[in-house]
């Protein structure tokens, strides 16, 4: 389960990119100088990577910090104006009754 909608979003960008470029998750590992555990975990949502291995994910995925993020922040957005928040949906569940 991902750590936050921030890092949920990040990893969906980060997927995007890569599959784009129609690399794997090993590839981009290698391209970081890392691992695949190390990619797949940041596209899962587990990893709170440092602004360094940022900047080797974005190079590894041929972009820039800016758009990864950039992504990331509409993704995130976008997520959160279209999901109801679990206080919402406690409410919601509570008033129908579930």
């Known amino acids: ?3 936050s909608l ?3 979003a990040l990893g969906e960008a980060a997927e995007s990119f ?3 470029l129609g690399l794997t998750q090993y590839e981009v590992g290698k391209r970081m100088k890392s691992d695949a555990t190390q990619a797949g975990g940041i596209e899962r949502g587990l990893r ?3 602004y360094k291995t940022l900047g080797r994910l974005a190079a590894a ?3 820039t910090v800016g758009e990864l993020t950039t992504l990331a922040d ?3 957005a976008e997520r959160s104006h279209s999901a109801p ?3 919402c949906r406690q ?3 509570e008033r129908s009754g579930s």
């Open 48 to 50: 709170n990577p440092s």
């Open 74 to 76: 509409e993704i995130a």
């Open 6 to 8: 921030e890092l949920e």
């Open 91 to 93: 409410h919601n569940n």
């Open 85 to 87: 928040t679990s206080s």
């Open 18 to 20: 890569r599959l784009k």
């Open 61 to 63: 995925l041929e972009t």
């Open 1 to 3: 389960m991902p750590r």
